[in-house]
C-alpha cells in the first residue's frame, strides 16, 4: 500500500525537483506543478485526500489564489503553505477561522512531513 | 643898473604895503631888479622854510638853491620882457632835503610843488623896477588832483574789467533787476552770458524779465518766487537754487545769488549771479549716492572691519554687532592690539602684518573664545595708504557649523535611504535567497535518504549534488548583486544600454511584483540608445520607483494592480516612465514630491524621491511625475543623457 499522494505547487522548477526527489525517497507519491492553473486543470477525485504543498508567491495566481479556489470548489484537500518569505499575516488573513500548516522556507523534510501529516490529521469538514 | 629901483621911501606906502602882504592868502615877496628879495610876507617864509626877515637882500639861490635856475629864469624872463607869469608850477625837493638833491632824482610823492606867479613892478616911467613874486605851494592839491584823475581812469578800467569778466562767466550771468512796488520787474544789466545759459537775449530780457520765471521748472517755482519775496522784504541775500528748463529742452540747476538795494526812487534791486551748477550738482548727488551706496554696503556687511597703523595701533573699526567683539570699540581705539588679543594671535597678526607691508595682502584663520563660546574667524588684511593695514573679519562660524551639518545629514541621510532601501528589498530578498536555500536542504535531505536506501545510485547522487551546487551558485549571486546594490557609494557613469540597465533588477522588481500580487510589465523597445549612467544609482532609482508604485496600489484588489515601465527615446535623452494604477498624486503634492521629508506616508521617512531627484539632476537628467489621463494612477518620469560615442 503506497503513502498518501502529495501535489507539490510551486513556480521554481529546481525547488520542485528537489521536492520530488526527497518526497519520494521518504515513500511520498509526489505529483508536481509549477503553476496554479497548472494544478486546477489536473483531474482531480473529489474523494482525493492527497495533501496540498503549495508555495504562496507565485507569478500570476498565488498560493492564497489556490486555496481559495479550493475551498470554493468544497474539495477538502489538507494544505500546507509552503513561503520564502515571513507572510504568516497574510495567511492568516486569506485563512481566517481556519488552522494552516504555514512552511518557512528552507525547511527540513521532518518539518515538512510533520506539517503534511498535521494537516491531513485536521481535515476540514465541510 | 641901479641897485634899487622900487621906492621905498615912502613910511607910509611901506607900510601899506605890509598889510595888504600880511592879508594876502598867498605868499607874496618883492624882489629888485637884481632879483634879490626886498620884502617877504609871513605866508612865502612859510613856504619857503626861510625866516620872512632873513629873505632881505637874499637871491633865489640862497633861498631855494634847488629850483633856484628855474625861478631865477623865470623872473628874468619877466624883467626882459615886462610880461607877467601869472602861474608856473614848479617842482622843488620836499624840505628837509637841504637842496643837494635835484628836483627830478627823489621820488615823485616826496616832492613840493610851488605855483609861482611874477609880475614885473612898473616904475612911473614906464621902467620895471622890481618884481612882486607869489608863491603857494600846491603840493597836497596837486596830489589830490591827480589821486581824483588816477581814480577816475581807475574806476572805467575796473568798470570795464568786471564787465569783460562778467560777459565772458562760463555759464553763468551777471544781473540787476529792479522789483517795482506793484511786483513787476525789470532787468537793467545783464551780462553777455545769459543768452548761453537761458536761452533768450538779453534784449528779449530787458523787454521781459518775466521769460527768466518761465524756464524755472513748475514744481520750483513759487517756492523761488517765496524766496524772492522774503529777499526783497528782508532786505537779506537772495540765495535759491533751482531746476531750470532751457530753450532748447535741456533741464538744468541754476543758482541764483543776488544782494538788495534800495534805489533813490524807492524800487528795490536785485544785483547778482546766475550760476549753472547742473555739473555740481550731478556730481554732488553722485558722490551722495556713492556716500549712501558705501554707508549701505558697509551696513549690510556683516564683516567686522579695523583700520590700524603698521604696528597694530586701532585707527577705525566697523562692527555690525558689537558681541562680534573680544573689547568694546571705544576701548580698544587708540590702542594696540597686544593690550587685547592674546599673545600667540598677536604674533600671528604681525606676521601677517609684514606680510602685508611686504607684499601687499595676507590672511589668517584662527579661533577666538567669544560670549562662552570658540568661535571661528578668518582675517583678511590689505595695505590701506603707505603705513596702514585694513583687517577684514569674517565670523566663520556659523558656515564651519553649517557645513559639517550638511556633511552630517547627508551621511545620515544617504545611510537612512540605504536602511530604508534594505528593509523594502529584505522581503522580497529572503524570498530570493530561501528558494535556492530550500532547494539545497530538500536535496541534501533526498541524498543522505539514498544514501540509506540499498538501491543507492551514484548517478543519482551526481545529479543531486549538480543541484545543489547550482541552487549555491544562484543563492551566491542573489547576495553578489545585493551587495554591489547597497554598498558603493561613488558614482561611476559609463555607457550602458537601458536593457543593461533592467537586467540586474528584473529580479528584485519582478519578485516584489509577485509578492505584492501586481501585475508587472517592462517595455523596453529593441535598440534604444545607449545611455550615460551610474547603473547602481539608476537602478536605486528603478527599484524606489516601483516599489512606491506598488505600494500606491497596496489597497486596491489585486486584480486592479497594475505596473507598467517602459523606455522611450527621446531627443537626446532617454525617458524611462514608471506607471502605476494607483490612487494617484493630489495635484498640491506634484510639485513638493521631490522635497526632502515630504511624504504622505505614515511610515515614510520622506527620502525615498529626494535620493532618486538628487541622483536623476547629478546624471544630467530630469525627474517629474504626473497624473495618468488615460486612467487611474500617476506616471513618474526620469530621463537620462544618451552616452556620445
Not at chain 2, 579695523?306 to 566697523?318: E, M, P, R, S, V
Not at chain 2, 541524498?447 to 551546487?469: C, F, H, K, N, T
Request: aromatic share 6%.
Amino acid at each position: 500500500m503506497s503513502r498518501p499522494e502529495i501535489y507539490f505547487v510551486d513556480d521554481d522548477a529546481t525547488v520542485l525537483t528537489a521536492m520530488k526527489r526527497l518526497l519520494r525517497a521518504c515513500g511520498y507519491q509526489v505529483t508536481v506543478f509549477q503553476s496554479v492553473k497548472a494544478f486546477l486543470d489536473h483531474p482531480v477525485d473529489r474523494d482525493d485526500r492527497s495533501c496540498l504543498v503549495v508555495d504562496i508567491h507565485m507569478p500570476g495566481q498565488s498560493g492564497i489564489d489556490l486555496h481559495r479556489a479550493v475551498r470554493a470548489a468544497q474539495r477538502d484537500l489538507p494544505l500546507v503553505f509552503a513561503t520564502g518569505a515571513a507572510d504568516f499575516r497574510i495567511v492568516e488573513q486569506a485563512c481566517a477561522g481556519e488552522s494552516i500548516e504555514l512552511l518557512q522556507k528552507p525547511f527540513t523534510d521532518t518539518e515538512l512531513l510533520s506539517a503534511v501529516a498535521r494537516a491531513s490529521a485536521r481535515r476540514v469538514n465541510v | 643898473m641901479p641897485r634899487t629901483t622900487v621906492d621905498t621911501s615912502t613910511p607910509g606906502l611901506m607900510a601899506q604895503l605890509r598889510a595888504l602882504y600880511a592879508a594876502v592868502p598867498v605868499g607874496v615877496g618883492l624882489l629888485d631888479t637884481d632879483l634879490r628879495f626886498i620884502h617877504v610876507n609871513q605866508r612865502l617864509a612859510n613856504i619857503t622854510g626861510v625866516a620872512a626877515d632873513a629873505h632881505t637882500g637874499l637871491g633865489w639861490h640862497d633861498i631855494a638853491p634847488a629850483v633856484a635856475d628855474e625861478l631865477d629864469t623865470l623872473c628874468r624872463d619877466a624883467l626882459t620882457t615886462g610880461v607877467p607869469v601869472t602861474c608856473v608850477d614848479i617842482c622843488r625837493a620836499e624840505r628837509g632835503a637841504d637842496g643837494d638833491s635835484p628836483a627830478g632824482a627823489t621820488r615823485p610823492d616826496a616832492l613840493a610843488v610851488w605855483r609861482v606867479g611874477v609880475t614885473p613892478v612898473v616904475g612911473d616911467a614906464g621902467d620895471i623896477t622890481g618884481l612882486t613874486i607869489t608863491l603857494q605851494d600846491v603840493t597836497a592839491r596837486k596830489r589830490d588832483a591827480e589821486a581824483l584823475r588816477d581814480a577816475r581812469a581807475s574806476a572805467d578800467q575796473r568798470q570795464a574789467f568786471l564787465h569783460a569778466v562778467a560777459d565772458r562767466l562760463p555759464r553763468a550771468f551777471v544781473y540787476r533787476v529792479v522789483h517795482r512796488a506793484d511786483g513787476s520787474m525789470y532787468f537793467t544789466y545783464l551780462s553777455k552770458g545769459v543768452e548761453a545759459v537761458v536761452g533768450h537775449t538779453a534784449d528779449e530780457l530787458f523787454e521781459n524779465a518775466d521769460l527768466v520765471l518761465q524756464r524755472i521748472v513748475e514744481e520750483d517755482r513759487s517756492a523761488f518766487m517765496t524766496a524772492m519775496l522774503r529777499a526783497l522784504e528782508t532786505f537779506t541775500p537772495f540765495d535759491f537754487a533751482c531746476r531750470v528748463r532751457w530753450l532748447d529742452g535741456s533741464l538744468h540747476w541754476s543758482h541764483f545769488r543776488s544782494a538788495v538795494r534800495s534805489l533813490d526812487d524807492g524800487t528795490l534791486a536785485c544785483e547778482g549771479l546766475m550760476v549753472d551748477v547742473t555739473d555740481q550738482k550731478r556730481a554732488e548727488d553722485a558722490l551722495q549716492d556713492s556716500q549712501a551706496r558705501n554707508d549701505a554696503i558697509l551696513a549690510a556687511l556683516p564683516d567686522i572691519m579695523f583700520l590700524q597703523t603698521a604696528d597694530g595701533i586701532y585707527l577705525d573699526a566697523h562692527v555690525a554687532d558689537p558681541r562680534q567683539l573680544l573689547v568694546p570699540k571705544d576701548v580698544f581705539m587708540g590702542r594696540r592690539m597686544h593690550e587685547f588679543l592674546p599673545a600667540d594671535l598677536v604674533a600671528a597678526f604681525e606676521a601677517c602684518f609684514r606680510q602685508v607691508l611686504r607684499e601687499g595682502a595676507s590672511s589668517y584663520e584662527y579661533s577666538l573664545p567669544l560670549n562662552g563660546e570658540t568661535r571661528h574667524f578668518e582675517a583678511r588684511m590689505v595695505k590701506c595708504g603707505t603705513n596702514r593695514i585694513l583687517t577684514i573679519v569674517r565670523d566663520l562660524t556659523e558656515n564651519r557649523r553649517a557645513l559639517l551639518d550638511a556633511q552630517a545629514s547627508r551621511a545620515e541621510l544617504a545611510r537612512v535611504s540605504r536602511l530604508t532601501l534594505l528593509g523594502e528589498i529584505t522581503a522580497s530578498l529572503a524570498h530570493e535567497l530561501n528558494q535556492p536555500l530550500a532547494t539545497i536542504l530538500a536535496n541534501a535531505q533526498a541524498g543522505e535518504r539514498l544514501l540509506d536506501s540499498p538501491q543507492a545510485d551514484v548517478a543519482d547522487l551526481r545529479e543531486i549534488l549538480a543541484d545543489i551546487v547550482e541552487a549555491d551558485q544562484r543563492a551566491g549571486q542573489v547576495i553578489r548583486r545585493t551587495r554591489a546594490w547597497l554598498t558603493r557609494d561613488e558614482p561611476i557613469r559609463q555607457p550602458i544600454t537601458p536593457a543593461n540597465l533592467f537586467a540586474e533588477v528584473d529580479h528584485v522588481i519582478r519578485s516584489e511584483a509577485i509578492r505584492r500580487q501586481a501585475r508587472l510589465t517592462i517595455d523596453l523597445p529593441p535598440a534604444l540608445p545607449v545611455v550615460l549612467a551610474d547603473k547602481v544609482q539608476i537602478q536605486q532609482v528603478l527599484v524606489n520607483l516601483l516599489l512606491n508604485a506598488m505600494e500606491a496600489m497596496q489597497e486596491l484588489p489585486p486584480h486592479l494592480r497594475r505596473l507598467a515601465v517602459r523606455a522611450v527615446a527621446e531627443d537626446a535623452t532617454v525617458r524611462i516612465d514608471v506607471c502605476d494604477a494607483g490612487t494617484g498624486i493630489e495635484p498640491d503634492h506634484l510639485t513638493r514630491l521631490f522635497d526632502p521629508f515630504f511624504t504622505t506616508k505614515a511610515t515614510g521617512l520622506g527620502i525615498g524621491l529626494r535620493i532618486c531627484a538628487s541622483i536623476v539632476d547629478a546624471h544630467g537628467g530630469r525627474i517629474w511625475a504626473a497624473n495618468n489621463t488615460d486612467g487611474p494612477g500617476a506616471t513618474f518620469h526620469f530621463t537620462l543623457p544618451i552616452a556620445v560615442s
